[in-house]
């Protein structure tokens, strides 16, 4: 990464083609899925079609607030608004869930997983399994740079208002193929032109918005004792952002009977779109398919004491 600074006119929103990804389907559960911190929900597209086309699941990936928006948008974003976002989806999809009488499975990638592990917490009656692919609570991969851990002392000067990190390579894929592309993305981005956002995420991250997301994860630290859902948790061995320790983190700390870990060793962060992107889809695939079963077998139980009563 490297850092550039800019004072940035006010921008008006604009109005986006879409608001994510819909995938309808007619098996046994609903997924939302959440995309990390400057992404896009394109980033998981590659996971959420093969839940839709092995599973006949219906999937979502809602695009949280503000993101596909101009970057002077975007960096005003505030760390209540991202969990409000996220809580949105999440009560629009236990609706329809409800509604169809099937579990709902609340995943992520990055921020998304952090953002899926609160809504876990906040809701554990409604959330019956929680998939975080490539958690988000320690910034220790090793592309991160020595200075992002100032991140906690900038939030409290002016700076962070005019500080931006340009994201440089990998871009966390070591998929060369896929990183040649985004690369021929943001090559040529800038501060004031976001128009390929909503395509394919920013190629620079808002110093303000790396504070708020501060306040993000130590909200989900905090709330990590009260998940009690099933839990799988994807996170890549080299990871250039985050490495295994959020993983173990994590599983240290929830309260859930069930813990799954997949280990990645051909990926780095976004492990739903790198080289072992079938991997990660298969198995989350397969966390779905043990938890409709289990919801299956629930309401066999409940229908066999009605009638016996």
């Known amino acids: 990464m490297t ?26 559960a609903r997924v939302l899925l959440l995309h990390g911190l400057t992404g896009c929900p394109a980033e998981l597209g590659y996971v959420a079609h093969w839940l839709r086309s092995r599973g006949r699941y219906h999937v979502s990936c809602p695009r949280l607030v503000n993101h596909g928006q101009p970057m002077a948008l975007l960096a005003r974003t505030r760390w209540r608004e991202l969990v409000d976002s996220a809580r949105d989806a999440l009560l629009d999809s236990r609706a329809a869930a409800r509604n169809e009488g099937v579990p709902l499975v609340v995943g992520g990638l990055s921020l998304g997983a952090v953002l899926s592990l609160i809504l876990a917490a ?3 009656d409604d959330v019956a ?64 032109d976001a128009s390929t ?22 909200h989900c630290k905090r709330l990590l004792p009260r998940v009690r859902s099933p839990l799988l948790v994807v996170q890549a061995e080299r990871d250039d952002v ?17 813990r799954e870990l997949l280990l990645l060793k051909n990926s780095y962060h976004l492990v739903c779109a790198d080289l ?16 409709t079963a289990a ?15």
């Open 3 to 28: 850092i550039e600074w800019a004072r940035l006119k006010p921008q008006a929103p604009i109005e986006l083609g879409d608001r994510g990804i819909t995938l309808r389907g007619d098996g046994g």
């Open 129 to 192: 399994g929680v998939a975080c692919l490539a958690p988000t609570l320690f910034y220790d991969g090793w592309s991160v740079p020595w200075y992002h851990r100032l991140i906690g002392l900038v939030d409290y000067t002016p700076l962070k208002y005019f500080t931006y990190f340009r994201e440089g390579e990998p871009y966390g894929l070591k998929d060369e193929a896929l990183r040649a592309k985004i690369a021929h993305h943001y090559r040529h981005a800038s501060l004031e």
């Open 276 to 291: 072992e992107r079938s991997a990660v889809a298969e198995r989350l695939q397969a966390f779905c398919a043990s938890l």
């Open 122 to 124: 906040e809701y554990p």
């Open 295 to 309: 919801a299956g077998a629930r309401r066999e139980e409940r229908r066999d004491a009605a009638l016996a009563a």
């Open 242 to 258: 985050t490495g295994p320790r959020n993983a173990n983190f994590i599983l240290e700390r929830v309260a859930s009977e069930r």
């Open 197 to 218: 956002a909503a395509k394919v995420g920013y190629a620079h991250f808002p110093v303000r918005l790396f504070c708020e997301m501060r306040h993000v994860i130590e």
